[in-house]
């Protein structure tokens, strides 16, 4: 089977063609049932092959790239590693985690606006300068001010059922504020030295964890109402 | 589940994403921990698009190269891109080196899709259980490349074209001769 259309259909199938071609081929396709068949088939496997699922390397590849570029994988990494498969946590724990955070960022910050820096303890290789804050704060903000609208409408609805009490709202409440004004002072101290790669580590990875701390927050908040 | 207990697993929110954007940062400043967790979030996808293209039993090596490579090159990322995309594209760039090193072009496939019949042949099963991948993998290298860029990865002819140093029109026939011979073994 084959005809002057034949090698034009995965053309037609994604929207290659000409206006006048197509609307030839379209004519076509109304006349030729094998043609019109065969652009069925096509279809199918542009189908099939989307649908194609990934799947995992059958053994962990991390090692050896570490070992590669030459990063520790000490029994510390390995241990953290089987712990971030699942979580559970209470809501005090949540909480106190966040405040331990919190006091962990803000110490941090206060130490890396007045005393003496040293970026070799972040940088296990040189392999890059430092990452320039412009680029990729604005996005981390924008999506930082949703994740936190999300969790503020969670504790109100929350609040405002009866199925989480005060004193868990105002603790989640405490924590964030604490956590944005870490931010805050890091973001401060940033401006004042822009190059300094041990800030720019130290923001990104306050950060980070109010990420995690939002996303926990988050699926507890929207469980309890 | 106990008062106020949840199980908490891995999801794909906005917030998530973005964790990814501060690993990014982390990352570049050469945080280790940072970066195998962009590992551990990115390494199906690179694993899979890497098996497809090249032979399986490459795979895992060309996965790692693909990885130590980013972390060589990652203080060029910009975020223009999300980093998923910059790391696929990184890993197209690895992967088609990889083939011209070896002069993957050993004549192991001709331009029929007479490699599909030995597909069938060998499974002896309905077609519907003929693993698709398979079939794939059988398709002549030009033919299943072109395939694997538009049909799974999503790229354009023109990108295809510049990235296989061929001209587009060319990009167009392989994807069609791919598809027409995908299609027949669908059709078993």
Redesign the interface.
């Known amino acids: 089977m084959s005809d002057r259309w034949t090698?034009r259909?995965?053309?037609y199938l994604d929207g290659?063609l000409g206006e006048r071609e197509r609307a030839e081929l379209a004519a076509h396709l109304n006349a030729c049932v094998e043609c019109a068949a065969?652009l069925s088939?096509?279809r199918?496997?542009?189908t099939?092959?989307?649908a194609?699922?990934?799947?995992?390397?059958s053994?962990d590849?991390?090692p050896?790239?570490?070992g590669?570029?030459g990063?520790a994988t000490d029994e510390f990494?390995v241990r953290?590693?089987t712990r971030e498969r699942?979580?559970?946590?209470?809501?005090?724990q949540l909480i106190a985690a966040s405040i331990v955070l919190v006091a962990a960022s803000a110490g941090t910050a206060w130490l890396a606006l007045r005393g003496p820096r040293s970026d070799t303890a972040?940088?296990?290789?040189?392999?890059?300068?430092?990452?320039q804050l412009a680029?990729?704060m604005p996005?981390?903000e924008k999506?930082?001010d949703?994740?936190v609208f999300e969790l503020r409408s969670a504790l109100a609805d929350g609040k405002r059922t009866g199925r989480l009490d005060s004193l868990t709202v105002a603790s989640l409440e405490h924590s964030l504020a604490v956590i944005d004004s870490a931010i805050a002072q890091a973001t401060r101290a940033l401006e004042s030295d822009p190059g300094s790669?041990y800030l720019?580590?130290h923001l990104?990875?306050t950060?980070?964890r109010k990420?995690?701390f939002?996303?926990?927050a988050?699926?507890?908040a929207s469980?309890?109402t | 589940m106990g008062l106020g207990v949840l199980t908490l697993t891995t999801d794909k929110t906005t917030a998530a994403t973005d964790a990814e954007t501060a690993d990014v940062a982390l990352a570049q400043s050469g945080d280790g921990r940072a970066f195998e967790r962009l590992y551990r979030g990115q390494v199906s996808r690179i694993h899979s698009l890497v098996r497809r293209m090249l032979d399986s039993d490459e795979a895992d090596d060309v996965t790692q190269d693909v990885f130590v490579r980013a972390w060589e090159k990652l203080y060029t990322f910009r975020g223009e891109s999300a980093f998923g995309t910059w790391l696929h594209r990184l890993a197209v760039n690895v992967v088609l080196g990889r083939r011209k090193a070896l002069g993957t072009e050993r004549g192991r496939r001709s331009a029929d899709d007479s490699p599909l019949e030995t597909v069938a042949a060998r499974n002896q099963v309905p077609e519907h259980t003929v693993d698709f991948e398979e079939a794939l993998g059988r398709l002549p290298d030009g033919s299943r490349q072109v395939f694997l860029l538009h049909d799974v990865e999503g790229y354009r002819h023109e990108e295809i074209a510049k990235l296989l140093g061929i001209v587009a029109g060319t990009s167009k026939s392989q994807l069609h001769h791919a598809r027409m011979a995908l299609r027949k073994h669908l059709d078993r």
């Not at chain 1, 194609?52 to 390397?57: A, K």
Request: net charge positive; proline share 8%.
């Open positions: 090698d259909l995965s053309e290659e065969t088939g096509l199918r496997v542009v099939r092959a989307q194609l699922e990934d799947r995992p390397p053994t590849l991390w050896g790239i570490a590669r570029i990063l990494t953290r590693r699942r979580f559970s946590f209470t809501v005090p972040v940088r296990p290789t040189q392999v890059a300068p430092a990452p680029t990729w996005k981390v999506s930082s949703i994740a790669a720019n580590h990104a990875d950060y980070r990420f995690d939002l996303r926990q988050n699926r507890i469980a309890r």
